[in-house]
């Protein structure tokens, strides 16, 4: 009787608090106790999902597989493992972290979202790691509850009440010996420094931990939106240079974070990145990329990467280029505001051709204005970029007829006016280098 009186208490207790997000759900499957209680919660939240498991090919991989099964086994879910090889990187487990969630964003279904098992006490060895590293506001955040499709929902939650909660519902779960390793950080920091701290210094502090980081994270977001609406699309020399520092300095981490340079890259980086949009010059950062000033802009260059040829697009829905990123749609209704932005343009839907190409801007291209026309070249030098960009820049063309050329100019075509009945809203946005 006690033993099911506290079963029900605990699962009260911890379902009140755990933040599950609209199913179907796709639940990271390791086959220990945290993983192993969500999916069971998932379950009694009576929405559909599924289970993957990523074998990572180390010693231990064989018998946490075997324990993932037995979990899902005991749960009835569906469950699939993927093998993955970690590439070298600044460490074995950031190497074994990066490809775990390459391969579970990957087995995203397109309504699926992805539920991860970090507890409470996850967050809190996070935050004190990324502290004594020295980070900045967004590694005192610690891990997001989402990010995207990916959810954290048991991020509320100790550790020791998810273990207790597997054992009275007889999860066959397996701790994963790595966790025992003390040369690897966190498990120095979670075995003896946050242990020790709790024990004989401040009771509490992985508590105290988390609940910092969930204050952090509203400040975080804040600034993340005020960056976004102060600095726009791309990065602007004028722009960065008249932000405030920490604005300035989240719109550069930004951008090389959607470039892929988020990783390893440090405070005298992003230092050298401010220096050079107010001097000029060029600086490597991670991910073997380069930031070089070019004109009024920052341009994050990866010499690695193929520009794309042409490829056909009807101005409706989303088309990616390389790293941009197109967006159409026809409305029979105006506008509620038309924007004199050159990244986002307004065209009469009926006076323009109905597919266009996205290509590469060429020397030979022009653009037809108003009176006359204007090489790319001239263009481009108009916007403060320099012409050597163009042949990496996208333009939209219809045949030989360029009908925009985003963040830069519109041809004189498709101008919207009385006679106007449907209108063609279209934007488009540099995400990487």
Known sequence: MARSSRLKALTDSVQDRAELPPAPWLIALSGGADSGVLAWLAQLRGGPGRALHVHHGWPISDRMENAARAVADHLALPIEVVSVEPRQGSSPEAAARDARYEALTAALAPDEMLLTGHTLDDQAETVLGNLLRGTGLGGLAGMPRQRDRIHRPLLGIRRE??????????????????????????????????????????????VALARFARLVEDDVAYLAAETARRAGSGLVCPVLNTLPVALARRAIRAGLAAAGADRGLRFQDVEEIRRIAREGGAAAVPAGLTVRRVGQRLEIVNERQPVPGRVAWD????????????????????????????????????????????????????????????????????????????ASWPVVAAGADVIWIPGVRRAFVGW?????????????????P
Request: proline share 5%; with cysteine.
């Open 161 to 206: 009440e998810l273990r207790e909660l597997a054992a009275l519902i007889a999860l066959p779960y397996r701790d994963d010996p790595a966790n025992l390793d003390l040369a690897l950080r966190r498990n120095f920091i979670r075995l003896r420094l946050l242990g020790d701290i709790e024990g004989s210094v401040a009771p509490g502090t992985s």
């Open 315 to 390: 101005w409706l829905g989303t088309l990616d280029w390389a790293t941009w990123r197109f967006e159409g749609h026809i409305s029979d209704a105006a506008p509620s505001h038309f924007s004199l932005s050159p990244w986002a343009e307004v065209f009469d839907a009926d006076e323009i051709p109905t597919t266009v190409q996205v290509r590469p801007g060429t020397e030979s291209d022009i653009i037809r204005l108003r009176s006359g026309t204007k090489a790319l070249k001239a263009a481009f030098a108009e916007a403060g970029l320099d012409a050597s960009v163009a």
């Open 416 to 432: 919207v006016g009385e006679g106007t009945r449907r209108y063609l809203c279209v934007g488009a946005v540099q995400e990487g």
